[in-house]
């Protein structure tokens, strides 16, 4: 199983191989589509953060593309907003094009319109998880229609992703493994993720509210409010899934993500090193048990490994 | 020329509660119907756009009894399934299996959320199909006043639609009333819309805070928990200072907009959703 990680800082490529980078991944931000489809008009899902995370040109990433493939990585380009107009799809074709002439690996793809794009182009298509690739049949349409790897939900469970791979071995997966946890599917979040506000989200977790049942006396009230405080202040503030690694491994997932492409890079490092230690440690383990004893943590661990809250798979340890 | 609308009640999502309190469902139609000032209603959805939980959850008893309302009424109903987990999926098809057979002489359509159940619908029933709401991912975010306030041209038809639809007998589309307008001139020819209103849907996910309510801390806020329905007791309602109701329902985050204008079609189907966020508690 290899680290994909996100590529937002050019001068520090080596220090993520460093610290275990197997494979990269990113987005770039184009004045010229902002210019034809507007300000709102997104490339990939961050493209509202401008340069904040997508630093790179298009121009740029092509000598990135480049300069990570002579390093013997691999590197894929991300197209991950929710969906495409006609035209806007003519006009990735060009980027698509452009693409299939370098090294590159794969375009990472929301939807079957930039899948029948990158087959067209002749370009390796890896499935978002913003296409919402939540069970095997959903797996299979895509599998017949040329997907290289399917990146899954991370509202999944460990076992579902078990059922998923085992059901059809032949397909490359990939899984969510460190940062931004979400609350909400990525697939069908469909509220804008820009520098001016915070995403849908936290615009939730931060408004005025009723909180109202239909049962009456003082618990069942209590109980919905109690519940929705948790839910506000404690759960996925951050996201961890180190310790489902061992069950990964097995499974024999390609690849597990980092996300964070607006983050710093010595932040990304560090949770590469701890993700790349504990994969390392699983591939030793005899047993499930035996990695859950050995397996290394964060340095966050006092906060973030507390009552499951901010696992990505919490059924790993809270059964 | 005036635009057709053909008026459609949504009960999925709230179902349980109509059976409930209205015990049969002639009177639930009734009523919805008198609410909203209308006289007719020529179709109802049920089953769920959102949750696999949900749609598990509904009984063939509540099932039977809309369909035996609906043959004394003469109004067609159509399914609508949710994207199921993987380890509800087959569940799911046996619940649709048994749902169909329970409604076999008004049930003439289905509307699906996902590849995957396009698919299989298509191969296993002989209904015609619509695209759900889940298909139609045009951002929707009223905070930002500038982009919410234009005229949606949907980015869903494209060239691969077009194939898409001559390999699935696909006879509509479900949009949700995302911005100020939406205009449908590019729909494909033979396409019915529908219009979900008066909310939009804005964001959901498989982790149902709800569901979460009655669950220990250690095991709260995971993917598809198995439910006691707690959705159909509790409600979130959001105030951000704004005219849009926002609302948590079930696993959905909504907001509402009745007054979204429709062009570009002379024919479209109103699939009102009959909540009340004012008097709901």
């Keep these: 199983m290899k680290v994909l990680v996100p590529l937002n800082n050019r001068e520090h490529i080596d220090d993520y191989l460093k610290a275990g980078a197997g494979e990269f991944y990113i987005g770039f931000y184009d004045k010229a589509w902002v210019e034809r489809f507007g300000d709102y008009a997104d490339i990939n899902r961050l493209t509202g953060y401008k340069e904040d995370a997508n630093p790179f040109d298009f121009d740029t990433i092509l000598e990135i593309i480049e300069e990570v493939k002579n390093k013997g990585i691999m590197i894929y380009v991300t197209f991950n907003s929710s969906m495409y107009s006609g035209e806007q799809l003519e006009f990735i074709r060009q980027y698509f094009t452009r693409l299939q002439k370098t090294r590159v690996d794969g375009v990472i793809v929301s939807c079957m319109e930039l899948m029948e794009l990158a087959r067209e182009t002749g370009v390796a298509a890896v499935v978002s998880t913003i296409s919402g690739v939540y069970n095997s049949d959903i797996v299979k349409f895509y599998k017949e229609r040329g997907a290289k790897r399917i990146i899954l939900p991370r509202d999944l469970l460990v076992e579902e992703i078990g059922t998923i791979s085992a059901a059809l071995p032949d397909m490359e997966y990939e899984v969510f493994m460190m940062r931004n946890g979400c609350s909400f599917s990525d697939s069908n979040c469909l509220g804008l993720h820009r520098q001016e506000m915070c995403a849908i989200c936290s615009s939730l977790r931060n408004s005025k509210k009723e909180v109202l049942t239909n049962e009456k006396g003082f618990q069942p009230l209590h109980n919905t409010e109690w519940n929705n405080f948790i839910y506000n202040h404690f759960f996925h503030q951050d996201a961890c899934g180190l310790c489902a690694l061992y069950q990964f491994v097995k499974m024999g997932i390609a690849a597990c993500k980092i996300v964070g492409r607006s983050d710093e890079w010595e932040a990304i490092c560090h949770d590469i090193a701890f993700v790349k230690k504990n994969i390392d440690i699983a591939e030793k383990c005899e047993s499930e048990e035996e990695f859950l004893e050995e397996m290394a943590f964060p340095n966050s661990r006092k906060a973030i490994c507390k009552m499951g809250l901010s696992c990505y798979y919490p059924e790993i340890r809270f059964q | ?281």
């Design chain 2, 1 to 281: 020329m005036a635009m057709r609308q053909d008026y459609c009640l949504n009960f999925c999502e709230m179902i349980q509660n109509l059976y409930e309190k209205y015990v049969n469902f002639d009177d639930a139609i009734e009523h919805c119907l008198k609410e909203e000032g209308e006289e007719n209603c020529q179709r109802i959805y049920f089953g769920s756009s959102f949750c696999g939980q949900h749609f598990l959850h509904i009984t063939n008893k509540i099932v039977s009894s809309l369909a035996e309302a609906c043959m004394r009424k003469g109004i067609k109903l159509t399914l609508v399934i949710p994207t199921f987990s993987e380890r509800n999926l087959d569940r799911g098809k046996d619940k649709i299996k048994e749902f169909a057979a329970f409604c076999e002489n008004c049930l003439d359509e289905m509307t699906v959320n996902d590849f995957g159940m396009l698919d299989f619908v298509s191969k296993n029933y002989q209904v015609n199909l619509n695209l759900g709401r889940l298909f139609m991912k045009d951002y929707r975010d009223p905070r930002y006043e500038q982009y919410f306030h234009q005229i949606l041209a949907p980015k869903i038809f494209t060239g691969y639609l077009l194939n898409l639809l001559e390999q699935y007998p696909i006879t509509g589309m479900e949009f949700d009333p995302t911005h100020e307008g939406i205009d449908f001139s590019a729909k494909p020819e033979k396409i019915q819309i529908g219009i979900h209103l008066p909310y939009c849907y804005m964001t959901v996910g498989h982790i149902c805070e709800f569901a979460s309510i009655p669950v220990e801390l250690e095991k709260k806020f995971r993917p598809n928990i198995q439910c006691q329905n707690e959705c159909m007791k509790n409600l979130i309602r959001y105030h951000f200072d704004d005219e849009y109701k926002w609302m948590r329902l079930g696993k959905t985050i909504y907001f509402w907009n009745k007054s979204c204008k429709i062009v570009g079609t002379d024919q479209i189907r109103v699939i009102y959703f009959p909540y009340k966020w004012e008097v709901a508690q």
